[in-house]
């Protein structure tokens, strides 16, 4: 589609962009909200697997859609994710609890893995890589746009209405979206003499689906089982099995759903694997950051909305200018290097937080990492792209929304396991009377340990108005020790997700470290096609450009 007027690109491009702002406000929505829904619907204890089974539905979505959009064109892939986006959302907003919450939020990440995954590689599709870059970087502001406007929204929502309709205020926007791709996105030919690769997709979804369930059931708690148990083991080895037999497959297929011999180019590996650990370690900051900001500091959620406004404005603006700037130089190493390593200091800085850190202080923390995450996002999408292709454009863009999803999901898992067991650890101490923090509440007589049992456990900090009840229903007598005991809470809490913050911060470490070894090859722009548009009206291909890179 690169010989299309320019004029029409960009209609097109605006429509892809509708239809991710959509998607990314419906997620983002809920970031702040989910603390307070959860209290609604109970079972913190299975808040995780909201997250995970959105991300879970987003990676099996990634790896499908892929080669299938390759083969059949990417419109009627964005319009099905849309329409399944809708319908999840639309069913999250009747969940009567959160088993049904789950159930929908899958549906829902569902159609959110088809929408991200066909819009980056159409605009692949649309411009070649220089001039990609700049709608990479407006593409990873919707992002950014979203994350301002969705915590802003879901905090105002949970606070003064009914939090059903953080799920369905934007489904008008959906139907827009639907309309306006149908519209105006262009059809495309089958490509002929391509089958599908049934067997690999099965034995690919096998192994990620079994991996990212072994990480997402492994901890502590209700649900979950020990690292070392025959589940979890079970669970890897049948990864372990799903790889071995996805590679034999692929080796032996005609048209792979995932070419191994992608992985033989350096810049496609190492760029998927430093998308892996971006996703994994920004998740330490997008899901326990208004953990820490409601439960510890005891911000209503539209306070933790405005706290985390800044940080989501300074992305928008780095990620604009990391897409102007890969532009006009055609260079993006210093912008992932430096961009994962802006983001390492700030989730550092966040490690280094308490009950008695000022606002003001976590606010300029978090205005850090969004500069970091707005420098880095675009950068590892674009760098597969670059390297591959024109005909393995789905594929590999594919491939790096599967890494970035693992790595959230992964990343879920071994943050969730370390908060977890971090708190366990300080709540065993605090109320056997072992940690110095408080009163031996192991002592408490049995009337007052009934009513001090209501405030053991960690939901209750994540509920204001209702925290204030249950301390307004109390004997006087028994208030001051009842405030003793919720902020020595705050302390457990505190200190599990500041650790939480450090291993994440570890994470982004590795992900620079391994950013240094990604080489550098230049972007391609439509002036190095130049000469050969004035010798004919074929549509522009990057293949011809690539290739002498490879031999290079």
């Known amino acids: 589609m690169t010989h299309l007027t320019e004029k029409k690109k960009v209609t097109i491009m605006i429509a892809i962009m509708i239809a991710m702002f959509f998607s990314a406000i419906n997620q983002t929505i809920i970031g702040v909200a989910m603390p307070r829904i959860i209290a609604k619907l109970g079972g913190m204890d299975y808040y995780i697997w909201a997250i995970t089974i959105y991300l879970l539905t987003t990676t099996v979505a990634s790896i499908l859609v892929g080669k299938l959009s390759d083969i059949y064109g990417r419109k009627p892939f964005i319009l099905a994710g849309i329409g399944f986006f809708t319908v999840g959302a639309l069913l999250s907003g009747f969940s009567g609890n959160i088993f049904q919450l789950i159930a929908f939020r899958g549906i829902t990440g569902f159609g959110a893995g088809i929408i991200m995954s066909t819009a980056f590689i159409a605009v692949g599709d649309l411009y070649l890589p220089r001039e990609q870059a700049k709608w990479t970087g407006l593409m990873s502001g919707v992002f950014g746009i979203s994350s301002v406007l969705g915590p802003l929204m879901g905090g105002y929502i949970v606070d003064h209405l009914d939090w059903h309709w953080v799920f369905w205020v934007f ?5 827009v979206a639907f309309a306006i791709i149908a519209i105006l996105f262009p059809k495309v030919p089958r490509r002929e003499g391509e089958k599908i690769d049934y067997v690999g997709s099965v034995f690919l979804t096998v192994t990620v689906v079994s991996l990212l369930l072994a990480f997402s059931f492994a901890g502590e708690g209700p649900g979950k089982y020990a690292w070392t148990s025959w589940e979890i ?4 080895g049948l990864t372990l099995l799903g790889l071995a037999a996805f590679i034999v497959t692929e080796s032996k297929v005609k048209s792979p759903v995932l070419p191994l011999s992608l992985f033989k180019n350096d810049i496609v590996t190492l760029s998927n694997i430093c998308g892996f650990l971006l996703g994994a370690g920004m998740l330490g900051v997008m899901i326990y950051a208004p953990f820490f900001i409601q439960g510890v500091k005891g911000i209503s959620p539209s306070g933790s909305g405005y706290m985390m406004m800044p940080m989501s404005i300074v ?17 993006y190493k210093g912008m992932a290097v430096g961009g994962l390593a802006t983001t390492a200091v700030g989730i550092m800085l966040l490690h280094l937080i308490s009950i008695g850190t000022p606002i003001y202080l976590m606010i300029a923390f978090l205005c850090i990492i969004g500069a970091g995450l707005g420098a880095s996002m675009p950068v590892f999408s674009l760098t597969v792209q670059n390297a591959v292709p024109l005909r393995d ?22 943050l969730g396991t370390v908060m977890s067991s971090r708190m366990a650890t300080r709540m065993t101490d605090m109320f056997s009377g072992g940690s110095g923090d408080g009163g031996d509440y192991s002592q408490l007589p049995p009337e007052q340990t009934e009513q001090f049992a209501k405030l053991m456990n960690p939901e209750i900090l994540l509920d204001q108005p209702k925290l204030d009840q249950m301390l307004g229903q109390m004997p006087a007598e028994v208030v001051p020790y009842a405030r003793d005991m919720v902020d020595n809470l705050r302390v457990v809490f505190s200190d599990a997700l500041t650790t939480t913050f450090l291993v994440a911060a570890i994470i982004m470490i590795v992900a620079v470290v391994i950013a240094l070894f990604i080489r550098t090859i230049p972007l391609v722009s439509a002036a190095d096609q130049a000469p050969k548009e004035k010798q004919t009206d074929a549509p522009v291909s990057k293949e011809e450009h690539v290739k002498p890179v490879y031999e290079g």
């Open 171 to 175: 489904l008008p926007l959906g139907i």
């Open 233 to 236: 083991l079970g669970l890897f």
């Open 393 to 414: 454009l789905g594929v590999a863009s594919a491939s790096a929304q599967l890494f970035r999803n693992l790595g959230n999901t992964i990343g879920i898992g071994v």
């Open 315 to 331: 992305m928008v603006f780095a990620t604009a200018f990391a897409g102007q700037f890969m532009t006009k130089t055609g260079k």
